[in-house]
Nanobody, 117 residues
């Protein structure tokens, strides 16, 4: 089992930045692929980014250049740095752990990000 707790969400003006954190416990964090997903109101959940155990990353094409995922294995934490935020980035952001990118077996509770225009 893996327990995931996200933090760092909030209200920000368009053009601003936020950094989300997700701290894991319960298994060897460094072996896991860590993902970020998001779900906007009335829309399906979508993959945002992932970072593999070896440190390689993947992003949904539409967010490349604005979002950056990173991990600190010593702190069992994965981060999502979000820059140049837009109102359409408003969503609940979820952290998920699993064996592959875009495949989440364990999920956090989500953190709300709201971007005002």
């Amino acid at each position: 089992q893996v327990q995931l707790v996200e933090s760092g969400g909030g209200l920000v003006q368009a053009g601003g930045s936020l950094r989300l954190s997700c701290t894991a416990s319960g298994r060897t964090f460094s072996t896991l692929t860590m993902n970020w997903f998001r779900q906007a109101p009335g829309k399906e959940r979508e993959f945002v980014a992932c970072i593999r155990s070896g440190g390689t990353t993947s992003y949904v094409d539409s967010l490349k250049g604005r979002f950056a995922i990173s991990r600190d294995n010593a702190k069992n934490t994965v981060y999502l740095q979000m820059n140049s935020l837009k109102p359409e980035d408003t969503a609940v952001y979820y952290c998920a752990a699993g064996p592959l990118c875009s495949l989440g077996l364990y999920w956090g509770q989500g953190t709300q990000v709201t971007v005002s225009s």
